[in-house]
T-cell receptor, first 115, second 116 residues
Framework: AQSVTQLGSHVSVSEGALVLLRCNYSSSVPPYLFWYVQYPNQGLQLLLKYTSAATLVKGINGFEAEFKKSETSFHLTKPSAHMSDAAEYFCAVSTLTGGGNKLTFGTGTQLKVEL | GAVVSQHPSRVICKSGTSVKIECRSLDFQATTMFWYRQFPKKSLMLMATSNEGSKATYEQGVEKDKFLINHASLTLSTLTVTSAHPEDSSFYIC????????????FGPGTRLTVL
């Protein structure tokens, strides 16, 4: 079975500081990994995804994540936080089913950006 | 990019009534759609997997008679909350698999259900 652990339900950074959101996964097969962002009362927007190509994945809005198999990690980073980055972030791992990919989500990390 | 819509975005109903939520893939065909439920400040909980032309596969603990799912076409899946009660109040989100994009899931904007 697949699982995802997000360390830190709340992360607070200053504007302009480095953002680091942690994600560790458990998977019995090579995983597909995703980071999503959710703003209040909205659906999820894909930030980036790892699909067994390059281990360093660049996404939208300046975010990137590195797949580290030895550490079973897929941490999300951004060099310089912006106020608009304040949101809920979810890491997810997928499992191929007969009809498509089934996602298992982490518990989420609320990012707060302070002036 | 692939777009998924949901309707309605917000619904308030009385206890005992049924509510239907639609999920549409606007610019692609989705053989598989997923329905999630999200409680306040919580993660998404997968309720069921909906495959076009066949019965939905429900996750453990989800009442199939309570949450009726129909996937009648490659672009439309519906979730009907039957005999809704206040504890069914939640944020419901659907997603659809885009086969051409590593089977990536694209999410709808969600539906806020409030049962009085």
């Amino acid at each position: 079975a697949q699982s995802v652990t997000q360390l830190g339900s709340h992360v607070s950074v200053s504007e302009g500081a480095l953002v680091l959101l942690r994600c560790n996964y458990s998977s019995s097969v090579p995983p597909y990994l995703f980071w999503y962002v959710q703003y209040p009362n909205q659906g999820l927007q894909l930030l980036l995804k790892y699909t067994s190509a390059a281990t360093l994945v660049k996404g939208i809005n300046g975010f990137e994540a590195e797949f580290k198999k030895s550490e079973t990690s897929f941490h999300l980073t951004k060099p310089s936080a912006h106020m608009s980055d304040a949101a809920e972030y979810f890491c997810a791992v997928s499992t191929l089913t007969g009809g498509g990919n089934k996602l298992t989500f982490g518990t989420g990390t609320q990012l707060k950006v302070e002036l | 990019g692939a777009v998924v819509s949901q309707h309605p975005s917000r619904v308030i109903c009385k206890s005992g009534t049924s509510v239907k939520i639609e999920c549409r893939s606007l610019d692609f065909q989705a053989t598989t759609m997923f329905w999630y439920r999200q409680f306040p400040k919580k993660s998404l909980m997968l309720m069921a997997t909906s495959n076009e032309g066949s019965k939905a596969t429900y996750e453990q603990g989800v009442e199939k008679d309570k949450f009726l799912i129909n996937h009648a076409s490659l672009t439309l899946s519906t979730l009907t909350v039957t005999s809704a009660h206040p504890e069914d109040s939640s944020f419901y989100i659907c997603s659809a698999n885009e086969p051409r994009s590593y089977n990536e899931q694209f999410f709808g904007p969600g539906t806020r259900l409030t049962v009085l």
